[in-house]
């Protein structure tokens, strides 16, 4: 299998990458901003506790999306591979990753992070919150706060997949398909 997990902070790119990768190489794009925002619309007791964190630029609580993660994983037994996008996004999310992935005597190949500086996020997200409607990306006081827990909870899951000899840092900024071309480089070399 090829697992990616596809990293940055918010507003780095990771939902356009993925849409191009999971094309050129036949995986699954599990997003978990996606999956949430889907249960928000549908109305599910899910979508309503994700959604009073969500608000406030906060993290879902890790037990409840490590829980709706693995659904997703175990829905799609025939999958070639994973891109795991906005996931994980704390140590503990990390671990039972791994814990997942074993049990089914698989891994994580690659992380590939995008790289982009907080000025330029924020000036994308509110860009985005523009035209997508999305209420965590319309307000800076959120957008700060997400950029905060970024910086304070989601960093660290870095180091655990650097420790693992799995990391490779890859420029956030400049066009699409030249990112693309970067992260497909990355993903071929490691074959
Ligand atoms: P972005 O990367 O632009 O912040 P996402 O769509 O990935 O957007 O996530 C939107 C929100 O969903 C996050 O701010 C957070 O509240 C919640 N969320 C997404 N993924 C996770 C996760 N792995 N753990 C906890 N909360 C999450």
Known sequence: MLNIVLFGPPGAGKGTQ???LIEKYNLVHLSTGDIFRANIKNETELGKLAKSYIDK???VPDEVTIGM????????TNAKGFIFDGFPRTQAQAEAL????RNKNSSITLMLALEVEEEELRKRLLLRGKDSGRADDQNPEIIQNRINVYNAETTPVK????NQGKYKGINGIGEIETIFEALCTA???NK
């Open 187 to 189: 993903i071929d070399t």
């Open 98 to 101: 791994d814990t997942l992935l």
């Open 18 to 20: 993925s849409a191009k």
């Open 57 to 59: 630029g906060q993290l």
């Open 69 to 76: 993660l693995a659904d997703e994983v175990n829905k799609n």
């Open 159 to 162: 180091d655990f997949y650097q």
